[in-house]
């Protein structure tokens, strides 16, 4: 429509009765004029009809360019001006007159949100658009109350152009402001079209329902209010000078559940969290004012650290409609938008529980964003782009931005570079609806139109509420150090719910008295609940329900080196290995894959040689048959980075996909493997998000390079690491971080082990670096065997996919086998007291430690793998290092001294050391000096680090 805001700018002088002529010739014949203005006639017919098409429920289609046919295929405007006078000059003055209104409504449709009233403060400068402006497009005061033929457009087949500027302005700059007009679906932005013109919020409440959203401010504004007298000082994030938020939310779930929505989860900063958990998730009061006063939010029992309260999650079931419907608010940490994808992707994983994986209408997600923060952080653009992608979609999620026009101190000015904070939301072409907070029917009408468009076109929808924070950043924090202006504003503005109260008593809707005791009585109800709070014990915990019920508390009476019962028949191991390397007859296979798969075939039918993937895909196939799913997700994960998976094979002529794991059995469950999108913090939170919503599929997140993984830090660090002890939520998530020095460069050497070991305590996760792949199988289906949940840390091999000692025999799979904590030496050697070294590994440095030792004929010289690096397993570590009593030891890693595993197991391996002797042996570190970058960048110079620290590892150097 770009060509059709050029033609806005030429309405004026001698140009006008030149587009006249030139329309009524094209109205004759199209072919008649240059190609460029019969674009442009034909883009504007397409939108005169626009609402046209909608209003009579028939789908839109676009009029077929070229070949229209005689006056009946003319366009509407242009008919009517022929029909309305038999003079020729006549006739051009009505079409040039349609032409014009027709551009100025078009103009209001695009422009008319920079002229709406949004600041509830009246602090924002409204500057006039001259493309509003009628005389823009050459009429005059003169032409204010002359009938124009608009066709229907704005609901009327005619209007003077003084009605057509007051329903253009009532729509689209009153008290909401609307982008839609970026919207490249006909459907979508008609629709939105359809429910703005006409300002129907003007009219839509009736006084039950205003009496409604007066009670739900009211509870809001009050809840805060009670807080403040009762714990002054008080950090609490409140929500006031945007407590129209909580009637938004409300409006989106009952919209919502009333259209077939079962569940919401809801993702929110902390701004505004205590009042969402009271109100609308219906956390007690009674609970939360105890621990207001520093009670612990679970019973003592219970262990974990807790979080802030303003940090807590809950969830519930509320009846709305008759039908009840599950809310759960998720819990997160102050690094604003980290949430997004967490939330998303539990919504994605109980959509697929449920069967929903084609509407997927049962299960959606609310988003609460702060102004600084949707503009700011970056996850909010990687959450908005996975919002459409196969492997990531969800129907869609409501967005409700509480625009507070401040950032802790930052103004907007500072804080984005766009008109709007929301800009980035137009990446994916969702509408933005803005409305001014000050405005209770306008923004509950906008939350009702957000719950309908979600529903109607599972696509995300942004609404923008402006409104503003009353207090500072917190409750003990002065503003007007900063924002003196905004703040002497905020001081004179009354509450919405006086301002709201007060219209409604004067409108007779809702008499003044009732207002009041409205308030009245929820004060009441307040103070009951904050006597109560005194003696208030919770009596439960937040988890291990549900979905989750049969698991225990992380690891409660287990000991760090359990076995569990991974183990698989060897009639099901080969089932399943035959069933991966089989195709169907008319798929027509890369001829390098066909030999990839013959070769697992005979490794499972020799029950030799069985490598990396093969046995990863084994414990796929073989949780499959189990009753589990298995969800895989990352950056070219079908394929693997190595090409090394290709779980996923594609027929080189049709491009059609199939998955032999989903080919197994008849019946059994499927895996799903996707290749996201280039994003790790969004992507991996995602896929935190859906393990947290099912315990019983395998989640795995695979970093193309486990370099890559440090752009989800915060996921990391917040989510995975200390989710469980902060917030009582459990996860299975695996990570696969490909890592190794393989000289490929700093970016591509570490997935950074020593980063995930700091982050270790208290059973949280598991870190773990293997050698061998039928130690992976395990490691992948202890992940679900176990009655427990932990997020496990793989360093994946990239040299070792393909390295001939890096395989494992079938029956390492099968009975009797299990996984294995440490792996003691395996070559025959001189007698254990005569070895005069150990070296404790971890990894890929064990087969260049065991090649040189062959090649070099070194005997006394004993090797043991640390396959699991934490939950530190000090049992099995002893007992392979009890032979050697005589032997010093030595810690030898591939990564510089201050990266690696080092710093971490070196007090532990003394300790190992003294249980055995009762006096410490050091272990002595052989490795890379320590370094600033994680590896060099020279092939040379990384082959002669290389060769010294194995060498110095076996004594050679």
């Not at 949280?764 to 932990?790: E, W």
């Amino acid at each position: 429509m770009a060509g059709v805001d050029v033609l806005a700018t030429a309405m004026t002088g001698a140009n006008a009765a030149y587009l006249a002529d030139t329309y009524a010739r094209w109205v004759e014949r199209p072919d008649s004029v240059d190609p460029s203005m019969a674009e442009l006639f034909a883009a504007l017919d397409d939108e005169a009809r626009l609402v046209l098409g909608d209003a009579q429920g028939a789908p839109w289609s676009p009029r077929p360019r070229g070949g229209f046919g005689p006056e009946a295929d003319a366009p509407p405007a242009a008919r009517k001006g022929a029909e309305s006078a038999a003079d020729p000059a006549t006739a051009r003055a009505a079409v040039l007159d349609s032409i014009r209104a027709l551009m100025l409504i078009r103009a209001y449709r695009v422009r008319g949100h920079l002229e709406a009233s949004l600041d509830p403060l009246g602090l924002t400068e409204k500057k006039k658009h001259p493309e509003l402006d009628p005389v823009s497009y050459g009429f005059t005061e003169a032409d204010l109350d002359r009938v124009i033929f608009i066709d229907k457009v704005l609901g009327r087949e005619s209007a003077t152009l003084r009605e057509i500027v007051a329903i253009c302005r009532a729509s689209y700059c009153g008290s909401i402001g609307v982008e839609f007009m970026h919207i490249q679906d006909p459907g979508q932005k008609s629709w939105i079209q359809m429910r703005i013109e006409g300002a129907p919020w003007l009219t839509a409440f009736d006084a039950a329902a205003k009496r409604e959203i007066l009670s739900q401010i009211t509870e809001a504004e009050e809840f805060e209010a009670f807080c403040a007298r009762k714990y002054v000082g008080t950090k609490r994030f409140g929500l006031e000078g945007a407590d129209v938020t909580i009637p938004a939310i409300q409006t989106v779930i009952e919209v919502a559940a009333k259209a077939g929505v079962n569940e919401i989860a809801i993702g929110m900063p902390h701004r505004g969290r205590l009042n969402t958990l009271v109100n609308v998730v219906k956390k007690p009061f009674t609970q939360v004012f105890s621990e207001f006063k520093g009670n612990p939010a679970n019973p003592d029992d219970v262990q974990g650290s807790g979080d802030v309260k303003y940090h807590l999650g809950t969830s519930t079931d509320v009846e709305i409609g008759g039908k009840m419907v599950h809310l759960s608010l998720q819990p997160n940490p102050s690094h604003l938008e980290a949430v997004d994808p967490v939330v998303i992707g539990k919504v994605r994983a109980r959509q697929d529980m449920a069967g929903d994986t084609k509407t997927r209408r049962s299960v959606m997600a609310i988003l609460l964003h702060g102004d600084a923060a949707f503009a700011g952080q970056g996850l909010v653009y990687e959450t908005l782009a996975m919002s459409q992608l196969i492997g990531y979609r969800t129907g869609g999620t409501v967005h409700l931005v509480v625009n507070n026009q401040i950032g802790f101190t930052t103004v907007p000015v500072h804080a984005y570079s766009g008109l709007y904070c929301t800009d980035v939301a137009k990446s994916i072409q969702a509408p933005i609806l803005h409305v001014n907070g000050d405005d209770p029917e306008a923004v509950v009408f906008c939350a009702r139109l957000c719950a309908e468009y979600r529903m109607q076109f599972a696509a995300d929808i942004v609404l923008d509420i402006v409104c503003y924070r009353r207090h500072g950043h917190n409750e003990g924090d002065e503003p007007a150090f900063t924002q003196p202006a905004m703040y002497a504003r905020i001081r004179e503005t009354k509450t919405i719910r006086v301002k709201y109260a007060a219209a409604l008593a004067a409108s007779g809707d809702v008499p003044a008295a009732e207002s009041q005791a409205i308030l009245q009585a929820f004060t009441a109800t307040l103070e009951d609940a904050y006597q109560a709070s005194t003696g208030f014990k919770p009596n439960k915990a937040d988890w291990l329900e549900g979905h989750w019920t049969g698991l225990k508390a992380t690891g409660v009476g287990e000991e760090v080196e359990t076995l569990h019962a991974t183990a698989v028949s060897p009639e099901v191991l080969r089932e399943v290995g035959l069933a991966l390397a089989r195709v169907p007859d008319d798929f027509n296979a890369n001829p390098k894959i066909v030999r990839q798969l013959e070769a697992k075939k005979n490794a499972i039918e020799s029950g030799e040689g069985i490598d990396w993937s093969t046995a990863e895909a084994l414990a796929f196939g073989t949780l499959l048959l189990d009753g589990h799913r298995v969800r895989l997700s990352g950056e070219d994960v079908q394929r693997g980075t190595f090409s090394q998976r290709h779980c996923v094979l594609i027929d080189q002529t049709t491009q059609a996909e199939y998955m032999p794991v989903n080919n197994i059995r008849e019946g059994q469950p499927r895996m799903e493997a996707f290749n996201s999108l280039l994003s790790e913090m969004g992507v991996l939170g995602f896929d935190y998000g859906y393990s947290l919503a099912d315990p019983h599929t395998l989640v795995l997140w695979e970093a193309q390079f486990g370099d890559f993984a440090n752009g989800a830090q915060v996921i990391i660090d917040q989510f995975i690491a200390s989710g469980e002890t902060k917030w009582l939520r459990m996860s299975g998530l695996v990570m696969l971080l490909p890592h190794g020095h393989e000289g490929q460069g700093p970016e591509h050497s570490s997935a950074r082990p020593e980063r995930y070991l700091q982050l270790c305590a208290e059973r949280n996760i598991r870190v773990c670096n293997f050698t061998t792949p039928a130690n992976y199988f395990h490691a992948l289906r202890r992940q679900l065997k176990a009655n427990y949940r932990k997020p496990l840390i793989v360093m994946t091999p990239k040299s070792l996919l393909r390295h001939k000692l890096a395989v494992s025999p079938l029956a390492d799979f099968g009975p009797g086998s299990a996984f294995k904590y440490v792996i003691p030496e395996t070559d025959t050697l001189v007698a254990p007291e005569e070895v005069k070294r150990v070296v404790i590994c971890s990894g890929k440095v064990y087969y260049d430690l065991i090649a040189e030792r062959r090649e070099q004929n070194v005997t006394d010289v004993a090797i043991i793998r640390l396959e699991q690096i934490y939950p530190f397993p000090d049992r099995s570590l002893a007992a392979a290092l009890a032979p050697y009593a005589n032997a010093e030891v030595v810690w030898c890693q591939e990564e510089p001294e201050n990266n690696g595993a080092w710093s971490f197991v070196d007090r532990r391996l003394e300790k190992v050391l003294l249980s055995l002797e009762g006096k410490g042996r050091r272990p002595r570190f052989v490795g890379r000096e320590a370094a600033a970058s994680p590896a060099t960048g020279l092939a040379k110079v990384h082959a002669a680090q290389q060769e010294t620290l194995v060498r110095s590892a076996l004594r050679l150097a």
